[in-house]
């Protein structure tokens, strides 16, 4: 029989920074030489689980999650932060990862900000649950920074023929990215200009016509993703399977905080 804890404790891959790219003023792309093998493909929403380690702890070699899980007391754990696959090129082995640049705290983004070629990182995954549903009338995708790297895939992958709309809000036009698609896409880039994250979002959101099989996918700031599921659901009517919306992270909570804490803040999760 399966021993169940190798299970609950997911694969484990360590890959090389190949180069980075700033994409905007606060956006870098880091793209991992990437693993002879990667289970990305099914969703435009794959995720990795990044696994930083803790300064002055030292690792059991080789880097094993199970066994530090096991061995090292909870607060000793690699810190964990989840970003996109903005891509996986199985020929090239190359994986992509956007990170948002948001200032000094926290531990990925400025990682993300100094990191050099040559350095390591180690994540589990990839995880995923969305991709755009062929049969869909029209897409909605709506999402801040931390959604556009699945918001770009997305498009990436609609075929021509399909229909979206999508709303991405960014902190002003200089964050702006060009976005590929062959589907017949309406673009919005809603500039915050100093409002609330996802205050300009949910405006936009609430003036939409959502009538016909909309499919949607919402994700960024938990603030601004509590108000869109009741109005998408409940107001609108939207099928539960046709929506995926989570918060990614929460305003003044780092991701630990914000992972305890997301069903307390939001118990309709
Ligand atoms: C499934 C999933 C996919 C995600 N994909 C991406 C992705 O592709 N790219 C991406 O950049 N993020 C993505 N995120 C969000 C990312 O995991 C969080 O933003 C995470 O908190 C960043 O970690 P950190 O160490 O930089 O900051 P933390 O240590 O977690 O937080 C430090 C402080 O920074 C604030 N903060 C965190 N993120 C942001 C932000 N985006 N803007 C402004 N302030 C912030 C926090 O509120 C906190 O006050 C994703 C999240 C999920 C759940």
Do not use: C
Request: charged share 30%; glycine share 8%; net charge negative.
């Amino acid at each position: 029989m399966a021993d169940p804890r190798a299970r609950r404790t997911p694969r484990l891959t360590t890959a090389e920074v190949r180069r980075t790219e700033r994409l905007t003023p606060h956006m870098v792309r880091v793209v991992l030489a990437g693993p002879e093998e990667f289970g990305a493909g099914e969703f435009t929403d794959h995720y990795v689980k990044l696994q930083f380690p803790r300064p002055g702890v030292e690792y059991p070699e080789p880097f094993d999650l199970q066994r530090i899980r096991e061995e090292l007391p909870r607060e000793q754990w690699p810190v964990t932060r989840t970003y996109t696959v903005r891509r996986w090129d199985a020929d090239a082995r190359e994986l992509w990862l956007d990170f948002v640049v948001h200032g000094d705290e926290g531990i990925a983004g400025p990682w993300a900000a100094n990191v050099k070629p040559g350095e390591v990182l180690r994540f589990a995954g990839p995880g995923g649950g969305y991709a755009p549903a062929p049969d869909a009338e029209w897409h909605l995708l709506a999402g801040d920074e931390s959604a556009l790297p699945a918001i770009a895939a997305a498009l990436e992958r609609l075929p021509a023929g399909a229909k979206a709309r999508a709303f991405i809000e960014v902190s002003g036009p200089e964050e702006e990215q060009k976005l590929e698609s062959a589907a017949d896409v309406e673009l919005t880039w809603l500039h915050r200009s100093g409002a609330r994250v996802g205050e300009r979002l949910v405006e936009a959101v609430r003036k939409l016509d959502l009538s016909g099989d909309v499919q949607a996918f919402v994700h960024g700031e938990a603030g601004f993703v509590k108000e869109l599921r009741p109005l998408l659901r409940k107001e609108r009517g939207l099928a539960k399977e046709r929506v995926s919306i989570s918060g990614y992270w929460r305003l003044g909570h780092n991701e630990d905080a914000w992972q305890a804490t997301k069903r307390e803040f939001d118990p309709q999760v």
